[in-house]
């Protein structure tokens, strides 16, 4: 069962139980930011994209003290699979659950659009059915979603194998062309160490049927309900 975690201002959150319901036919649940514990039969979580309390303060950084939310650090401290998107990968480095923060975007200004994103890591549980440097497109929707980091953490995402997808343009080229925010490195999704949390700021929930934003989407999160049958 996939719960996707409902907080005041989110406006994806049915959007990605819709993706993986009526596309994929997973089970998937709401679950209010309220609830002490997820349920029980939790196989994975998601955290939606939205205005999570209006992005008061930071995007993020009021939505991390949602009851819920000590659960599911929990849930990912066991090596439950998180996905975070867009509001969710701000309220997961809000969070501390993934490293880095999401700044304003380079101009100032809201963007909504489709980027191309490079998988820069296949692997289990968020990208095993693409192949590396296979080329995504999806959209994006969002003030505040250049990743920032300090220099040596930065390295150390490059160097472990954390950076999960990077902007490019239409050549495939991590140039600034592509980078539609500002992001450091181009960086437009990232995993934590352990490998079982990731962050994105495109909406692979947007982008799962081939006449509504085309089928780009279900690698993403095909590839997480192929984690979470296969640990059954």
Same mark, same amino acid.
């Given at each position: ?74 849930? @990912?401290? @066991? ?26 975007n380079h ?42 980091a300090p ?25 600034? @062309? ?55």
């Amino acid at each position: 069962m996939f719960s996707v975690i409902q907080l005041p201002g989110s406006n994806d959150d049915r959007d990605l139980r819709f993706a993986l319901k009526a596309v994929l036919g997973a089970e998937a649940r709401l679950v209010w930011h309220k609830e002490s514990a997820l349920p029980a039969d939790t196989a994975a979580v998601l955290v939606p994209g939205g205005f999570s309390y209006g992005d008061y303060l930071r995007a993020g950084a009021m939505a991390r003290f949602s009851p819920i939310m000590a659960d599911v650090k929990r849930f @990912a401290d @066991a090596g439950g699979p998180v996905l975070g998107v867009c509001n969710g990968f701000q309220i997961l480095c809000e969070a501390g659950l993934l490293p880095g923060a999401l700044v304003r975007n380079h101009q100032l200004h809201f963007v909504c659009e489709f980027v191309n994103v490079r998988v820069e890591r296949a692997r289990a549980p968020f990208t095993s059915r693409a192949a590396e440097g296979s080329v995504l497109r999806l959209p994006i929707k969002h003030g505040e979603g250049a990743y920032h980091a300090p220099p040596d953490q930065l390295a150390l995402l490059e160097r472990d194998g954390q950076v999960v997808l990077r902007y490019v343009d239409d050549a495939g080229q991590a140039t600034a @062309a592509g980078n539609p925010n500002g992001s450091l490195a181009n960086i437009a999704g990232v995993a934590n160490a352990r490998g079982n949390v990731m962050g994105l700021m495109p909406h692979p929930e947007h982008a799962v049927e081939a006449g509504v934003g085309g089928e780009d989407g279900r690698v993403l999160l095909g590839s997480l309900l192929d984690a979470c049958r296969g640990s059954r």
